[in-house]
Antibody, heavy 121, light 113 residues
Framework: EVQLVQSGGGFVQPGGSLRLSCAASGFTVSDNYMSWVRQAPGKGLEWVSVIYSGGSIYYADSVKGRFTISRDNSKNTVYLQMNNLRAEDTAVYYC???????????????WGQGTLVTVSS | DIVMTQSPDSLAVSLGERATINCKSSQSVLYSTDNKSYLAWYQQKPGQPPKLLIYWASTRESGVPDRFRGSGSGTDFTLTISSLQAEDVAVYYCQQYYNSPVTFGPGTKVEIK
């Protein structure tokens, strides 16, 4: 059974850092497209970052230079390191596994439970 | 980036009646090589992550009730719930995965009238 269990998150002041974790079971993270999607309170879904099975990495412009996606194959876990956090980064963050794909991108067939990140002074 | 729009923003439908949600992409998400539109639909209930309902615009994910039907091609798509059930109250999002970055529509909230 595919499962994504998230941890990390919480309350942080502007300029602070947090690391989110997404532990996978039932499949191998390094063989899959893994992404982070966030949802600000009461708002819609916003793609944040992706790591492809081959290791290519991309970020939304809004987080480029501040967030880093990575994976630990030995732990079958994906991470999102978030630095220099801003109030507008406040959101529930979801990790998600890629499913059916085009030549470039994939939909998300399994999602973590989400973790709330609150950035406030 | 491909911009996704949805209409209406919200709708209230009586139990057992049909709900129709529209999604439009700013450019075609149809691959000519396989004649598939790379458009997915998700359902999100309060406090839960999104759940994949439909992919390739019209293929139901395993386990999704057949009252959910996706249609359309190219730039215009529709999600139809043929007979609304109480458990279908949720926000529905379309997403294109034709290009990078993937982009989502703003969502349509479905409620019971």
């Amino acid at each position: 059974e595919v499962q994504l269990v998230q941890s990390g998150g919480g309350f942080v002041q502007p300029g602070g850092s947090l690391r989110l974790s997404c532990a996978a079971s039932g499949f191998t993270v390094s063989d899959n497209y893994m992404s982070w999607v966030r949802q600000a309170p009461g708002k819609g879904l916003e793609w944040v970052s992706v790591i492809y099975s081959g290791g290519s990495i991309y970020y939304a412009d809004s987080v480029k230079g501040r967030f880093t996606i990575s994976r630990d194959n030995s732990k079958n876990t994906v991470y999102l390191q978030m630095n220099n956090l801003r109030a507008e980064d406040t959101a529930v963050y979801y990790c998600a596994k890629g499913g059916h794909c085009s030549s470039i991108s994939c939909l998300n067939d399994y999602w973590g439970q989400g973790t709330l990140v609150t950035v406030s002074s | 980036d491909i911009v996704m729009t949805q209409s209406p923003d919200s709708l209230a439908v009586s139990l057992g009646e049909r709900a129709t949600i529209n999604c439009k992409s700013s450019q075609s998400v149809l691959y000519s090589t396989d004649n598939k539109s790379y458009l997915a639909w998700y359902q999100q209930k309060p406090g839960q992550p999104p759940k994949l309902l439909i992919y390739w615009a019209s293929t139901r994910e395993s386990g999704v009730p057949d009252r959910f039907r996706g249609s359309g091609s190219g730039t215009d798509f529709t999600l139809t719930i043929s007979s609304l059930q109480a458990e279908d109250v949720a926000v529905y999002y379309c997403q294109q995965y034709y290009n990078s970055p993937v982009t989502f529509g703003p969502g349509t909230k479905v409620e019971i009238k």
